[in-house]
């Protein structure tokens, strides 16, 4: 048997967004996993489990992971909620566009 080489995520990413709508999508959700990693870094930055961190919130640990997964879409009270207890600040600003 030969060595397995896995699946090289920057190839398997390269090729997926050679696909137009795919990549459309993926440009339309760059903001919301950017976020989450955010999130999950400066988690990691004051070494808080997902478990501390609920608590420290009033929340259950499966909410967290839910957040950080992106398996559902949360609510801004949360989002602020987690933001606050990781002694971060929440802000928006306008999307850039190229100019010609």
């Known amino acids: 048997m030969g060595k397995f080489e896995g699946t090289n995520f920057l190839d398997f990413k390269r090729e997926l967004l050679k696909d137009s709508k795919e990549r ?6 760059k903001p919301k996993y ?11 930055e004051l070494h808080l489990s997902q478990m501390e961190l609920a608590q420290r919130i ?3 640990q499966s909410a967290i992971a839910r957040l950080e997964s992106c398996g559902q879409n949360s ?3 949360t989002l602020l909620k987690v933001a606050d207890a990781l002694d971060l600040d929440v802000e928006f600003k306008r999307k ?5």
């Open 75 to 77: 609510t801004v009270v």
């Open 58 to 60: 009033g929340m259950q």
């Open 96 to 100: 850039s566009t190229v100019k010609v």
């Open 34 to 44: 950017a976020m989450i990693q955010g999130l999950i870094e400066r988690r990691n």
């Open 24 to 29: 459309q999508e993926y440009e339309r959700l």
